[in-house]
């Protein structure tokens, strides 16, 4: 596979539920994120990991938990979300910080 | 602080020329990056300018003027499969960070 790829494109889940989206690239960047599109509202950057450290982490709420096992491999380990946190979740990587980003097709999340 | 500024939907007809614009007030500056995200998929990288100019890159050019903080996206002999949200992305490292970010969207509807 090339590119961004992300499992699953599609997820229900109760809120007492707990889940993990997973995304993999296949591009040799350093650089990974995690971002939440709602509709409407800007992307929003939810972390970033680097050389598989995390250099930022926007105010999200613990609900939401990040996982970089590698420079290739990124997760979002979710648990007890709230109706409002449906989205769609787009994971991204990028050479480097400061370089152009590519982006995995999302998993559309559904908190029932 | 941060703020993007850009049309929410804009129309054209197929074979016309369109200009998406994008206003940005922020405390530095260090690039503008743009977006195309069709309905359901990722976005994926179309421009990135640092000087101001134009670039062109075959049917799409980019324009940045840093003084009036200002950007267009020009979208020439437009085709039906251009419709699509538009996203501008300005890059301030004021703060500490060189990670984008990202405006609501345009969405750009081409009819026949």
């Known amino acids: 596979e090339t590119g961004v790829t992300q499992t699953p494109r599609h997820l229900v889940m109760g809120m007492t539920n707990k889940k993990s989206l997973k995304c993999e690239q296949h591009?040799?960047?350093?650089?990974m994120y995690w971002y939440k599109q709602s509709a409407k509202k800007p992307l929003e950057l939810m972390f970033v990991y680097s050389l598989e450290e995390r250099v930022e982490n926007n105010s999200v709420p613990s609900r939401f938990s990040p996982e970089c096992p590698n420079s290739s491999h990124l997760f979002l380990h979710l648990h007890t979300l709230q109706p409002e946190d449906s989205a769609l979740y787009l994971c991204?990587?990028?050479?480097?910080?400061?370089?152009?980003?590519?982006f995995g097709p999302g998993t559309r999340l559904t908190v029932t | 602080g941060q703020n993007i500024d850009q049309p929410t939907e804009m129309t054209a007809t197929e074979g016309a020329i369109v200009q998406i614009n994008c206003t940005y007030q922020?405390?530095?500056?260090?690039?503008l990056f743009w977006y195309q995200q069709h309905a359901g998929e990722a976005p994926t990288f179309l421009s990135y300018n640092v000087l101001d100019g134009l670039e062109e890159k075959g049917r799409f050019s980019s324009f940045l003027s840093r003084s009036k903080g200002y950007s267009y996206l020009l979208l020439k002999e437009l085709q039906m499969k251009d419709s699509a949200s538009y996203l501008c992305?300005?890059?301030?490292?004021?703060?500490?960070?060189?990670?984008?970010?990202f405006g609501r969207g345009t969405s750009l509807i081409v009819h026949p």
């Open positions: 591009l040799g960047h350093n650089a």
């Open positions: 922020t405390s530095g500056f260090n690039g």
């Open positions: 992305a300005v890059r301030d490292p004021s703060g500490g960070s060189y990670i984008p970010t």
């Open positions: 991204a990587s990028s050479q480097a910080e400061s370089y152009e980003q590519y």
